[in-house]
């Protein structure tokens, strides 16, 4: 089952990402910087990353593949969303046995995640709110896609 929802979404996506979602060009990378910063006061961000369990059933044979810490077995949806919470980039079917939390993502120069909050001081403060609104793009994207079904 999982195998042919996969071939279908690849499917699906290399007929249709030029159209529906074409990589961003500069001008676009440039547009999307400059909504984070003007909407969220967050500056020099082009996306907010993170990653959705969608639940299924369990393939027969996949042993424990595709069970996950919330006790079900599920894929995981990885998306970046803009400033609009509009998907620019997804990758579908990894084992729901992968994390979908801020632990999965490597804190790196280039990517930013939530830290504990315990004795900052109030520019620390004020950087883990706004990095906690951009970061709710992505979650508010995930739960616009998921009400409409």
């Known amino acids: 089952?999982?195998?042919?929802?996969?071939?279908?979404?690849?499917?699906?996506?290399?007929?249709?990402?030029?159209?529906?979602?074409?990589?961003?060009?500069?001008?676009?990378?440039?547009?999307?910087?400059?909504?984070?910063?003007?909407?969220?006061?967050?500056?020099?961000?082009?996306?907010a990353i993170d990653g959705k369990h969608v639940t299924i059933q369990a393939p027969a044979n996949s042993g424990s593949q595709f069970h996950n810490y919330k006790g079900s077995f599920s894929i995981v949806l990885l998306a970046?969303?803009?400033?609009?919470?509009?998907?620019?980039?997804?990758?579908?079917?990894?084992?729901?046995?992968?994390?979908?939390?801020?632990?999965?993502?490597?804190?790196?120069?280039?990517?930013?995640?939530?830290?504990?909050?315990h004795n900052l001081l109030s520019e620390q403060r004020v950087f883990k709110y706004r990095l906690s609104r951009a970061q709710r793009m992505v979650e508010c994207a995930f739960g616009i896609l998921a009400s409409q079904w």
């Open 1 to 47: 089952m999982v195998g042919i929802v996969k071939e279908v979404c690849e499917a699906n996506w290399s007929c249709l990402v030029g159209e529906y979602m074409p990589f961003p060009e500069m001008e676009e990378w440039k547009a999307i910087v400059e909504d984070f910063q003007k909407l969220w006061n967050f500056p020099n961000c082009v996306g």
């Open 80 to 117: 970046v969303v803009d400033a609009r919470y509009r998907f620019r980039m997804i990758d579908v079917g990894a084992y729901g046995k992968s994390s979908d939390g801020d632990e999965a993502f490597p804190l790196q120069k280039n990517m930013m995640r939530p830290f504990p909050g």
